[in-house]
């Protein structure tokens, strides 16, 4: 039977606790930063601000937004947009009506979030 010295198994274990740990650190890093790197789209800036207008409709089922290219979005910075577009939707009589939409989408990147201000629909 042969021997293990005790430098030997010292070293080895030495040498898995740095590998486990560098493994690790990279790990953590790699997903940290992932979030604060993020970038949002014009087109993710109108998707928002369509959920939140038909959640204020009276009949959000019947809602048709207006086109893509109609549609302006600014981006104000990183995270925030401006979006001006127009709905046509049912009124509480049942008569289909258009009515113009404003509003301000802001994107947080750390929690995955998306609110609106400033939200106007005429």
Known sequence: MKKVSKKGCLGMFLFMF???????LS???GCSGSNEEREYTKMQAL??????VEARLTSPSSAQFS????????????????????VDSQNRFGAMVRSNYT??????????????NNLTIN
């Open 67 to 86: 086109y893509d290219y109609e549609n302006k979005v600014q981006k104000i910075n990183d995270t925030t947009f401006r979006v001006v577009g127009w």
């Open 27 to 29: 790990i953590k890093e």
């Open 18 to 24: 740095f590998f486990i740990l560098v493994i690790s």
């Open 103 to 116: 509003c301000t989408i802001i994107f947080y990147s750390k929690t995955e979030k998306v609110s609106y």
């Open 47 to 52: 998707i928002a601000s369509q959920n939140f």
